[in-house]
């Protein structure tokens, strides 16, 4: 098949880890006879620091145009000023918004060999296989108003947690449809003790459970499910909660893989096209060193084979080919190991074909 993926590679080891998944997404496409077409745009910092913006409407456009998005990271310290009027991540947020992804798939998956990379005790990772549908065009993101000004000489700065029945709705309907193909178990998580936002969340969330009675559900209080995240994983299916607290969630889950740098996701509307990028971000610790581990991003690759492109069999060699790399060996230095990204992609790709 013939697919136009638009990169993004945005800023940081975005750069880097972007480029040995397109180097993968190749090889697979030779393997099995498809063409894919690139085409790369700027967002995030590096867009700031071109056109004064961090999404422009050429990006924006391209990607309406094309069959998928892969994308790197944005932001760091260069544009970090707090009193900067524009960030590389509002080019994220209006990218996300302006295609309308309003969930974003976060699957959890341990590889037995990396259970030591975990600093977590092996009993507790046994069995851990979990899938967090985070909303991602609402709450605290884009509510409004937001205010930062200064009134009788304070300083002040308003954020808004807003939420209506059909966001929530339409998150949560896609989190038990996700759940009806695994265990059957949605953890709806919420803050219902104290926020009004949270509330309407778990009504609504029974709600939809009411409608797919062969799914269970809990609801969980989002504090005692950080907490949960890390004694007992194992006990979650499929986790949906809003914005914010899927963004927090996502990044302590990761803990329980290995790395960060292992995470992909797939940021969904309602057509199959989507965003595909690493939960991470543009790392500007390492960035420029070649050493970023690119496995989150070649798996979101895989997920983006899968859902955007319906090549259910490329996405599945290519996730075994992962598998097997990391079985093999394979270890990039956040793993403890000392290959760099090109490495790691190279060693990928050696599995693809057997
Ligand atoms: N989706 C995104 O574009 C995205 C996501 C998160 C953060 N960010 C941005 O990235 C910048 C840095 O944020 P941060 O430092 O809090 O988070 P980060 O995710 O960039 O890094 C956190 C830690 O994880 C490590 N890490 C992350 N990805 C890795 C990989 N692939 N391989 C090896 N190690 C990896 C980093 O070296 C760092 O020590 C900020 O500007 C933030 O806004 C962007
Ligand atoms: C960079 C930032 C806007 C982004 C988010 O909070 O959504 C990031 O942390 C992520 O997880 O994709
Ligand atoms: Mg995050």
New binding site residues.
Partial sequence: MKANIVLLP?D???VE?VAETRATLDAVAAQFGHSFSYSEHLIGGCAIDATGTALTQETLDACRAADAVLLG????PKW?NPSASVR??QG?LALRQGLGLYANLRPIRLFPELIQASPLKAERLADVDILVVRELTGGLYFGKPRIREEVNGRRRAVDTLEYTDEEIQRVVELAFRLASSRRRLVTSVDKANVLESSRLWRTVATEVAARHPEIRIEHQLVDSCAMRLITSAAAFDVIVTENMFGDILTDEAAVLAG???LCPSASLGDGTRGVY??????????AGKGI??PI?TILSAAMLLRHSLRLDKEAAVLERAVAQAIAGGAR?A?LGGKLSTQGMGAAVRAKLAG
């Fill in positions: 945005g940081g080891i975005g880890v990271a944005v932001g760091g970090d590389p991540e994220l790395s960060l740098g990028e690493p939960i991470h971000g543009s790392a500007p610790d390492i970023a581990n989150g990039t956040d």
